[in-house]
């Protein structure tokens, strides 16, 4: 017999606007904590530096966390002129230094167009990309390092916001891309394009997918709710699941479709599209879970809530 969860079977998704200094997986345990949910994920690591976006999925909202690592995400982050580090960002021991003094925003923004489409990317050894079980950051902090390939990533749009100019130059900058794109290996090699060594001293995830910071809660609003109104007032920070799949056609099914679909059986439905995956719903009800288009047009149930 399945030994049962313990904590409450909460159902939505909480924007977690991430503190800079806890791990995305702390920053996990800790929302579960504070909702007393019996279930939980995040849609995508923040390293301990960055700050921002993290999309965190409780309950029956965890079948769709994939949806939300495979999306777009949105980056505002500092780039600084000068300075190489071990780790590609400010924790780093220094690799490499070279004065900044002559580069201009203009010399950036010439460079940054270049980045713009698809390329190849190799992630950093300091990264939680996982070879055989271990994250990279582990074995880099062993001093180890292994090979990894290169991913295709694309960039989608990438602009510079300001530039303070100096020794060591500093430029934020505001980023459109793809999922696996590592902004340290972007800011060292926007600092190369413009013949200098450089890091990335700052980040914050301003998007994921459907959901940027003007939907996110900061951890000490939610444990300042709980101590005042206990756990169940934090539902209301939760964001209808649905939304994250929002880009998926919906199909509503009749209530006799709906039985079927619920014992695992593909259905037909009238004006479905003709391939693909797509949100299922109750005709004037419920939000159900995923479907998929079979090739004979029926529905098949693909990833379904209960």
Known sequence: MARRRKGRAVTGILVLDKPIGPSSNQALQRVRHLFNAAKAGHTGNLDPLASGVLPICLGEATKLSQFLLDSDKAYDATVSFGIKTTTGDSE???????????????????????FVGEFDQTPPMHSALKVDGQPLYKLARQGKEVERKSRRIAVHSIEITSFVPGVVATSDIRVSCSKGTYIRTLSEDI??????????SALRRTATGPFDLSQSIDLQTLVDVVEKEGPHALDQFLIDP???????ERVELSDSAAFYLKQG???????????????????????????????DGRVAPKRLFV
């Open 265 to 295: 059986q593909p259905v037909l439905v009238r004006n479905a599209p003709l391939s693909g995956m797509v949100r299922i719903a109750e005709a004037g009800g419920p939000f159900l879970g995923i479907g998929v288009i079979l090739d």
């Open 191 to 200: 600092a190369e394009a413009v013949g200098l060594p450089g890091h990335m």
């Open 242 to 248: 649905e939304i994250a799949v929002g880009h998926l």
């Open 92 to 114: 780093g021991e220094v690799l490499a230094e070279q004065t900044a003094e002559v580069l201009t925003a203009d010399h950036v923004t010439a460079v940054l167009t270049s």
